[in-house]
């Protein structure tokens, strides 16, 4: 049986850290964002995608999938939003 550390591990060695680190500032930036309203919250949400397709201009090799791990964070958030109000 995993414990949870093991199953974090195994979820980050497949999906990379720099996909792990879109999904936690997408979520993280639009869940505090709800805190202040829901309108903040839709705001930083597509803030989220204009940061992400901005910083994967930016980088050496544009990454699709950077971007889209930052708009599920994002989105994740808004549905925890929903479903916990």
Do not use: Q
């Amino acid at each position: 049986k995993l414990n949870r550390m093991e199953i974090v591990d195994k979820i980050i060695n497949k999906i990379g850290t720099d996909k792990a680190l879109h999904f936690l500032v997408g979520a993280l930036l639009t869940s505090y964002a709800s805190m202040v309203n829901e309108v903040c919250m839709w705001v930083t949400a597509v803030l989220v995608v204009i940061a992400s397709l901005c910083k994967e201009g930016l980088d050496e090799k544009y990454d699709t999938k950077g971007i889209i791990a930052g708009c599920i964070g994002a989105a994740t958030s808004i549905a925890v939003y929903y479903l916990t109000s």
